[in-house]
């Protein structure tokens, strides 16, 4: 009798960490376009020399001064000519009067019936429009002779070919990369004005946690989180007040928010945001600003807290090491993003083969570590990492992407198709 009513009793709690389904959660598009919409970008700038303005924001319009090439140059080894004198069958004889060198062009006027030498690079010489090949021409000391293959325009690089004075080429809110700055570099500029470095101030939350370097007592572990956040957030070009690691204590902590929230544009914490007795972070934070959401209906991470103290974002992450970076790559980074001004683009996904069984229950988005790799046929194909627990932080290290499984996923089969993110992209 007694064992039946244990059998049969249900207990009334809220929903935990390891619950697929939970109401009070966010949904990750809603969370994230909460964050997106309360987050306006920065508006100081600074100038800065080109060689240090990679990976930061510009500031403004960047605008061509010139022409790049700013004359009509050579895209071949060859001879100049004026396609007048192209035969329409046949050949034709023309006399050599000189050469054009990349930074040393040939100043004359060159009339019909003349050619000259001209390199790579070189400025076609007022008289000409064409450029023949040398391997289609025969030469002897004075001359050459031509055949009718050649175009008029053939192998010339015409002016503003590149850039034209004017025209747009990189809009405010471009992430400066190489390219970028080869732009810029090809109109003479040697600074430019970008949006100024934002100062985020980082903290680990955790009585257990100790740094690397220092001994460890029972019960205690090293502080992993750092070392991530730091690793991340040096990445996107963001200057990191680390107030270090704060215990589980609830004056430690508010007196590391008030200093954190009084000197950075935001706040990253990891840890004591979920629901256990030492979890004060959230509790804090709602004393000294206010929270917008602090759950998200996904795996790794559903105990995410964002809100804002003073003028300073606030973004609490969990502490499990894998949920941490995550929920970073996931949240804040596009959040940080948008706080420095650059234009938001979407991570670049793939659809792939999955090679391996993955297993998952309806509920929740979930992110699972990947290996994407190239199959002998050439097909790129992803297996998971192994154990895929939000504290196997080697799993992260192993990893070169995501493998995204939407909420009402349960599970995919080995050779089934699914959705990963690259970690790493060429900019
Ligand atoms: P919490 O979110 O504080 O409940 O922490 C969740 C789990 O992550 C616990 O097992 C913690 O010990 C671990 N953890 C929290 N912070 C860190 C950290 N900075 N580095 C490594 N593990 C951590
Ligand atoms: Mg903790």
Not at 128 to 145: G, K, R, W
């Amino acid at each position: 009798m007694v064992k039946q009513a244990v059998s049969d009793a249900v207990l009334i709690t809220e929903p935990g960490c390891m619950d697929d389904s939970d109401p009070t959660s966010l949904p990750y598009e809603i969370a994230l376009k909460r964050i997106i919409a309360s987050i306006t970008s920065i508006t100081d700038t600074e100038t800065v020399i080109i060689d240090q303005a990679l990976d930061r924001v510009l500031a403004s319009d960047f605008i061509a001064l010139m022409n790049v090439p700013p004359a009509a140059n050579s895209a071949m080894d060859g001879y100049a000519v004026h396609s007048s004198d192209i035969p329409q069958t046949g050949t034709r004889q023309l006399t050599l009067v000189g050469k054009s060198l990349a930074g040393k062009p040939y100043t004359q006027s060159i009339a019909r019936g003349a050619c000259v030498r001209i390199l790579t690079g070189a400025v076609l010489p007022e008289g000409t429009d064409t450029v023949i090949m040398q391997e289609h021409v025969m030469l002897t000391a004075d001359t050459i002779t031509i055949d009718a293959r050649t175009i008029k325009g053939d192998n010339v690089r015409p002016i503003g070919e590149d850039c034209k004075r004017g025209e747009v080429l990189l809009r405010a809110g471009t992430l400066l990369t190489p390219a970028s700055l080869g732009v810029i570099a090809s109109m003479g500029v040697a600074e430019i004005t970008v949006t100024r470095k934002l100062k985020i101030a980082v903290f680990m939350t955790g009585d257990e946690l100790r740094s690397a370097g220092e001994k460890l007592a029972p019960g205690q572990i090293y502080d992993s989180n750092r070392y991530t956040l730091h690793g991340m957030l040096t990445r996107l070009g963001i200057e990191i007040l680390d107030l270090g690691i704060i215990c589980d204590d609830r004056q430690a902590i508010e007196q590391a928010l008030i200093t954190a929230a009084s000197s950075a544009d935001a706040i990253i914490t990891s840890g004591g945001v979920s629901v256990g007795d030492a979890d004060l972070v959230k509790e804090l934070v709602e004393k000294l600003g206010n929270i917008n959401f602090w759950k998200v209906a996904m795996k790794p991470g559903r105990p995410l807290t964002f809100g804002k103290i003073q003028n300073a974002w606030f973004f609490g992450l969990p502490g499990n090491p894998v949920s941490t970076m995550v929920t970073f790559y996931l949240f804040v980074q596009p959040a940080l993003k948008r706080l420095m001004g650059q234009t938001p683009t979407d991570p670049v996904s793939l659809k792939v083969t999955c090679t391996t069984t993955l297993k998952k229950r309806p509920g929740r988005l979930e992110y699972q570590r990947g290996i994407l790799t190239r199959n002998q046929n050439g097909e790129l194909t992803v297996s998971k990492t192994g154990a895929q627990g939000s504290g196997i932080l080697s799993s992260m290290a192993q990893a070169n992407c995501l493998i995204v499984l939407p909420v009402e996923n349960d599970g995919v089969m080995a050779g089934g198709s699914v959705e990963v993110v690259p970690f790493y992209g060429l900019v």
